[in-house]
């Protein structure tokens, strides 16, 4: 089965650094789109950055120009570097990976939508 595995969280004082990693693994043949979400406690879940195959980014305006997102696709991983972090930033942060292919041991082939487990960062004032 496809799995997501992210590691890197923890706790930070304000404008300390953070670089989370993720790492697909399952069958996988081709990932389109890989990206980083946040939920803060008691909110929802909101878009961070999204990185394409090709190496196209998008970021929330909120993270622009602290935060960077980058992918290695040949062992489906992708990365944020999280850079002058803010209180504001603290959430669980989850890890996507978006119209991913893969098989199953029987061959078959599948394309689903996959999350991982989420790590937490905090930052602190």
């Known amino acids: 089965q496809v799995q997501l595995v992210e590691s890197g969280g923890g706790l930070v004082q304000t404008g300390g650094s953070l670089r989370l990693s993720c790492a697909a693994s399952?069958?996988?043949?081709?990932?389109?789109?890989m990206g980083w979400y946040r939920q803060p406690p008691g909110k929802q879940r909101e878009l961070v950055a999204l990185?394409?195959?090709?190496?196209?980014?998008n970021y929330a305006d909120s993270v622009k120009g602290r935060f960077t997102i980058s992918r290695d696709n040949a062992n489906h991983t992708v990365y944020l570097q999280m850079n002058s972090l803010k209180p504001e930033d603290t959430a669980v942060y989850y890890c996507?990976?978006?119209?991913?292919?893969?098989?199953?041991?029987?061959?078959?082939?599948?394309?689903?939508?996959?999350w991982g487990q989420g790590t937490q960062v905090t930052v602190s004032s």
């Open positions: 990185a394409s195959r090709g190496g196209s980014t």
């Open positions: 996507n990976a978006d119209r991913t292919l893969a098989t199953d041991p029987a061959g078959r082939p599948s394309v689903g939508d996959y």
């Open positions: 399952g069958g996988i043949v081709r990932i389109n789109v």
